[in-house]
T-cell receptor, first 118, second 112 residues
Framework: GAVVSQHPSRVICKSGTSVKIECRSLDFQATTMFWYRQFPKQSLMLMATSNEGSKATYEQGVEKDKFLINHASLTLSTLTVTSAHPEDSSFYICSAEAGGVVGTDTQYFGPGTRLTVL | GENVEQHPSTLSVQEGDSAVIKCTYS??????FPWYKQELGKRPQLIID?????GEKKDQRIAVTLNKTAKHFSLHITETQPEDSAVYFCAATGTNAGKSTFGDGTTLTVKP
């Protein structure tokens, strides 16, 4: 099946620093990737849709200048949390859609990145 | 936008019993409905999905039903086992850039 990796799996950083999280589709090409945030015992909250070669589409309430997304290739999307603060601490999960037609295919999730901001 | 409601939020069953989780959605344009299982600290894993042109789909002990008119779909797990214990999420996906809206999740506990 389709495999999605995420790196790092866990990161602890000081307040004010920036953190980059990578999401890779290992055995398929993904024109669309999604970034989610998940708080303990809560659902997946979509942050943004990442499209290869174009600007990401952010959900309402998500600061695009704080959560920078780059989708430079068909297998890699990155999320950079800039000037991180303790309230940004969360579980960040990416997913990639395998298939040519957006909205008709399964999303495969990465293993997630646990971000802790001190 | 799409709104997905999932019930119940917690479900406890005895091993061997059946479990049913229900979701309703609001956007009639949604056409793809996956179900994910997430174990603690791990990624959501697709367990079954259904598209809007099908009313029911079954895979061994797991089945999903879809009622487009009423805009609801359900997950059925039969002969539950302790390893079925996890959080289950439903989702509705439409043609709006392929975005999925997730339900709030159901924590299923199967008691041995």
């Amino acid at each position: 099946g389709a495999v999605v990796s995420q790196h790092p799996s866990r990161v602890i950083c000081k307040s004010g620093t920036s953190v980059k999280i990578e999401c890779r589709s290992l055995d398929f090409q993904a024109t669309t990737m999604f970034w989610y945030r998940q708080f303990p015992k809560q659902s997946l909250m979509l942050m943004a849709t990442s499209n290869e070669g174009s600007k990401a589409t952010y959900e309402q309430g998500v600061e695009k200048d704080k959560f920078l997304i780059n989708h430079a290739s068909l297998t890699l999307s990155t999320l950079t949390v800039t000037s991180a603060h303790p309230e940004d601490s969360s579980f960040y999960i990416c997913s990639a859609e395998a298939g040519g037609v957006v909205g008709t295919d399964t999303q495969y999730f990465g293993p997630g990145t646990r971000l802790t901001v001190l | 936008g799409e709104n997905v409601e999932q019930h119940p939020s917690t479900l406890s069953v005895q091993e061997g019993d059946s479990a049913v989780i229900k979701c309703t959605y609001s956007d009639s344009a949604s056409n793809y409905f996956p179900w994910y299982k997430q174990e603690l600290g791990k990624r959501p894993q697709l367990i079954i999905d259904i598209r809007s042109n099908v009313g029911e789909k079954k895979d061994q002990r797991i089945a999903v039903t879809l009622n487009k008119t009423a805009k609801h779909f359900s997950l059925h797990i039969t002969e539950t086992q302790p390893e079925d214990s996890a959080v289950y999420f439903c989702a509705a996906t439409g043609t709006n850039a392929g975005k999925s809206t997730f339900g709030d999740g159901t924590t299923l506990t199967v008691k041995p």
